[in-house]
């Protein structure tokens, strides 16, 4: 079987092309969503979804600093009484939102989250009653799923570890970004190892069966030897998981200020110490799951992907959590900017039970869209995406049938293993493709969810 058919592109005069283009954590964006002035009923819309493997996750939009290279919908600390009233509108919205999912056919949840921000913001009693949201409202068996939760190490005490580790929380995911001190301030992430290794003990002792440490590569002056340094100081650990993630200079957060033109300097930094990252951990016991995502090769196995929310079926609490039937993806407003961000998390805390019944912001997913997200969530995933199971989805095509030229361009350029044909054919990245994963993902957005994108007003 060849996967890899169509015409090749033109040949354009050689320019610099960074491998940075952008993280696809989920697609179509957030910033391709827009207000739906119909706001459907979300009794409607899940009405003839599927309910019984259901992922759910819930939002916490608060840190105690805002980190130079965050994008994500958080605030910096919270007024008195704002996480309370938050966690009371959270329980307006999951008791507004487990209606809307009737009682009609089993409505179960196969795996659970808490995310941000820092869900560790919360005090251990918010922690406990974030559990009973997601337990006694939305009707999740917490003890029985993956449940994963975000937590920064000043934030990781002992007492917070202990409600977590009660409820069932499988998956710890500390952001720690640098063991390096001074690299830690360059990236605007002000911490003293010290601190963090004290984190990560607490963490150990709460018996949470899956350790993760976030650490971010291509920070001012950064070395292969203290990124070397880094990576030991979390090997140490022995963590289950290691996510490696790029340094990027977005937009409107604090290092933003520095963002500017194409650096082709800064990419090969980035590129030599993804390479420096990657050997290290495959030559310490660890299998690349994705150009991010490394798993010891011991380690208990986990179910369902943490990072579900690439799959069908998932209810997101929280006003910047995002929800996806099979054919809408809705949200709340977004926003990167403190103002913004503030206004709308007001906004959220403000509004009655009714409102929650409603989609607000969204973008439909039609047939080409749902292709072009299942290529993306399984290309860019070490495993690749079996042929047979695209033929299932999508009437027996096969992605060179959609995506013939953009697939082509990719094995120009050394990033597609040559298909093997047979029942349990696979297109795959090469070590190199998985290297330029951020190439490749903005590549397969449409010219629709990149024309909402491009024009998006950022805030
Ligand atoms: S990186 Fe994490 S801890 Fe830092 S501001 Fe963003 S959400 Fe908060």
Redesign the pocket.
């Known amino acids: 079987m060849t996967a890899v058919t169509g015409p090749l592109p033109r040949t354009e005069p050689a320019r610099h092309v960074s491998p940075y283009q952008s993280y696809v954590y989920a697609y179509p964006h957030k910033t391709a969503y827009r207000k739906m002035a119909d706001r459907p009923r979300l009794r409607t819309l899940w009405a003839t979804e599927p309910k019984d493997t259901l992922s759910l996750y819930l939002h916490i939009p608060f840190?105690?600093?805002?980190?130079g290279?965050?994008n994500?919908f958080?605030r910096?600390g919270a007024p008195d009484g704002l996480t309370g009233a938050y966690l009371d509108a959270l329980e307006r919205q999951a008791t507004a939102v487990r209606d809307a999912l009737g009682d009609s056919e089993p409505v179960r949840f196969a795996t659970a989250a808490f995310g941000?921000?820092?869900p560790t913001f919360l005090t251990a009693a918010e922690l406990e009653r974030l559990c009973d949201i997601a337990e006694h409202r939305m009707g999740a068996d917490l003890r029985a799923v993956p449940l994963s939760v975000?937590a920064?190490p000043a934030t990781a005490s002992a007492d917070r570890l202990e409600v977590l580790a009660a409820r069932g929380t499988t998956r710890l995911s500390l952001?720690v970004?640098s063991f390096d001190d001074t690299e830690a301030r360059a990236a605007v992430?002000p911490q003293r190892r010290a601190d963090v290794e004290a984190a990560l003990g607490r963490v150990r002792d709460a018996r949470i069966p899956v350790l993760n440490i976030d650490l971010i590569y291509g920070i001012d002056g950064q070395t292969d030897a203290s990124w070397l340094r880094s990576l030991d100081a979390a090997l140490a650990w022995r963590p289950e998981e290691l996510y490696l993630y790029p340094l990027y200079i977005r937009p409107l957060t604090g290092l933003g200020r520095r963002a500017g033109d194409a650096d082709p300097a800064w990419d090969a930094q980035r590129l030599r110490l993804y390479r420096v990252g990657r050997d290290h951990l495959l030559a310490h016991g660890y299998e690349q799951q994705s150009m991010r995502m490394f798993r010891r090769a011991d380690a208990p196995p986990q179910g369902t992907d943490d990072y579900a929310c690439q799959t069908d079926g998932m209810i997101g609490l929280g006003c910047g959590a995002r929800s996806y039937t099979a054919g809408l993806h809705y949200s709340f407003d977004y926003a990167v900017g403190m103002h913004e961000i503030r206004s709308i998390i007001d906004d959220y805390v403000s509004r009655p039970a009714a409102d929650f019944a409603h989609a607000e912001y969204g973008r439909p997913m039609d047939a080409d869209e749902a292709r072009r997200r299942h290529l993306l969530q399984s290309l860019l995933q070490a495993e690749g995406l079996p042929l047979a199971d695209y033929a299932g989805r999508f009437d027996g095509r096969a992605p060179a049938d959609d995506f013939g030229p953009e697939l082509a361009r990719f094995a120009s350029l050394g990033w597609l293993e040559p298909v093997e044909p047979g029942a349990s054919a696979t297109l795959r990245l090469t070590p190199e493709g998985l290297a330029h994963s951020d190439a490749i993902g903005p590549e397969l957005f449409s010219p629709a969810v990149r024309a909402a994108m491009a024009a998006y007003e950022r805030k």
């Open positions: 840190c105690e600093v805002r980190c290279f965050c994500l958080t910096i941000g921000g820092t975000e920064s952001g970004q992430r």
